[in-house]
């Protein structure tokens, strides 16, 4: 049986990409949402604890008036391209994944444009 995701009714989508544990859709309006596990903070909430599940869709909020055009997913860190070509990245860091020359993880970030 089909699902519809309630929490994205009526919000036309353009891209759904999903990492490891985790879900990101992005809107035609250039908003990317998230949801499923959150323990790296790989769904730009903020919020990096063990048992951080969200559950349905989120905007990332920390991204909010950045109109986005590309958003994707890795095990556990999401990359996400701006209109105006700039890079953001975040969540896990471990392996130097989101490019940024340490290994620190981290909360959307402006990367490189």
């Given at each position: 049986m089909d699902k519809h995701l309630a929490a994205l009714s009526g919000v036309p989508l353009v891209q759904v990409t999903a990492g490891g544990a985790h879900t990101l859709a992005l809107s035609v309006s250039g908003t990317v949402f998230g949801w499923g596990q959150n323990?790296?903070?790989?769904?730009?909430?903020?919020?990096?604890?063990?048992?951080?599940?969200?559950?349905?869709p989120t905007p990332v909020a920390a991204l909010s008036g950045v109109p986005l055009v590309q958003v994707t997913a890795g095990g556990a860190h999401t990359l996400a391209l701006s209109v105006s070509g700039t890079v953001f990245g975040w969540g896990q860091n471990d392996a130097g994944q989101l490019g940024l020359g340490d290994m620190t993880g981290i909360r959307p970030v402006g990367m490189f444009s």
């Open positions: 323990d790296a903070g790989q769904l730009g909430l903020g919020d990096m604890t063990e048992t951080s599940v969200v559950p349905s």
